[in-house]
């Protein structure tokens, strides 16, 4: 299709015009509902995980397995749906011919504005008052969509059950009542976890930060990262050695999306508008081609 000049203009003239609207339309207010942001309340608790006097010894994770009636039977290494806490040893030293193993406590982090309770579609995961990511395996539905938000990789998905469904730790081991800590806390001989007002806590651990600075990263992983999370850690060994991502932002990620979410409605209108008026100018030319386009007829018998 060949456009004159004149047809061109007009073609930028209502390109403009189009965009033009769709850019009133990003400037007005998006109609979507409120983001529910499950922050927990400054009174929330958590654990500080000491990684400089972990020793190892997997007590923590043999107490949450009798705590959440779960299998003892196995030689878990990783996080899986019947090992909800796990000690994890890492490799610290730069030369392979000589490790130096370092033990590690991984489980749910408890994220202040957890990513996980942001993707669930129906409410199986939920923020409780005393900092706890909950979960309720009735309403879970098993997407999965939790285990692709978490960040940290916790949620697993119980692949061996004919009624599958994912699982981390709830601290559940507290839910009777009876226990005024977690069960990994009070297993732990070493006292390398701490359960406390996470505020607490904070202050605690950047007070020993600061009376041991040789023996110490000056930095409370947790106190930040994702908008901060509930299970923090002190580390001697710098936290990428460890396995730690240490590329988080500080903001929450459900915030992080949710500003890009609300954007999406008007981003489409423009470009519905804008492709909608192109196809519009599109089919009147060529309409219009049609109609001047001289018909020969035969009129020979």
């Given at each position: 299709m060949k456009l004159s000049r004149r047809d061109f203009l007009k073609l930028v003239g209502a390109s403009a015009a189009v965009v033009g609207l769709g850019a009133k339309f990003t400037d007005a207010p998006v109609p979507l509902p409120a983001r529910h942001a499950p922050i927990t309340p400054r009174g929330s608790?958590?654990?500080?995980?000491?990684?400089a006097a972990c020793i190892g010894c997997k007590s923590?994770?043999?107490?949450?397995?009798?705590?959440?009636?779960?299998?003892?039977?196995?030689?878990?290494v990783a996080l899986s749906a019947t090992t909800?806490?796990?000690?994890?040893?890492k490799n610290i030293s730069p030369k392979?011919?000589?490790?130096?193993?370092?033990?590690?406590?991984?489980?749910?982090?408890?994220?202040?504005?957890?990513?996980?309770?942001?993707?669930?579609?129906?409410?199986?995961?939920?923020?409780?008052?005393?900092?706890?990511?909950?979960?309720?395996?009735?309403?879970?539905?098993?997407?999965?969509?939790?285990?692709?938000a978490c960040p940290f990789?916790?949620?697993?998905?119980?692949?061996?059950?004919?009624?599958?469904?994912?699982?981390?730790?709830?601290?559940?081991?507290?839910?009777?009542?009876?226990?005024?800590?977690?069960?990994?806390v009070q297993a732990c001989p070493n006292q390398a976890l701490f359960y406390g007002k996470r505020e607490d806590l904070i202050a605690f651990a950047k007070d020993r930060i600061?009376?041991?600075?040789?023996?110490?990263?000056?930095?409370?992983?947790?106190e930040k990262e994702l908008g901060g999370t509930s299970v923090m850690y002190l580390s001697g060994t710098p936290f990428e050695q460890l396995g730690f991502r240490t590329d988080l932002p500080s903001e929450p990620l459900p915030e992080l999306t949710w500003n890009a979410?609300?954007?999406?409605?008007?981003?489409?209108?423009?470009?519905?508008?804008?492709?909608?008026g192109i196809a519009w100018w599109t089919h009147r030319v060529e309409s219009k081609k049609l109609v001047e386009v001289p018909v020969k007829v035969d009129v020979r018998s």
């Open positions: 608790y958590g654990v500080l995980i000491d990684t923590c994770q043999t107490a949450c397995k009798i705590a959440n009636n779960l299998p003892t039977d196995g030689r878990e909800l806490t796990v000690i994890d040893f392979p011919e000589n490790p130096v193993l370092k033990p590690v406590k991984l489980q749910c982090m408890h994220c202040q504005d957890p990513a996980c309770v942001s993707a669930c579609p129906v409410g199986a995961l939920y923020k409780k008052e005393d900092g706890t990511v909950a979960y309720d395996a009735e309403k879970c539905i098993g997407c999965r969509y939790c285990m692709i990789g916790i949620p697993k998905y119980d692949w061996n059950s004919p009624n599958p469904r994912i699982n981390k730790c709830a601290r559940n081991c507290m839910a009777d009542g009876k226990r005024d800590r977690p069960a990994c600061a009376k041991n600075p040789s023996q110490y990263v000056n930095q409370v992983y947790g979410q609300e954007k999406i409605p008007a981003v489409l209108a423009t470009l519905i508008t804008l492709l909608s």
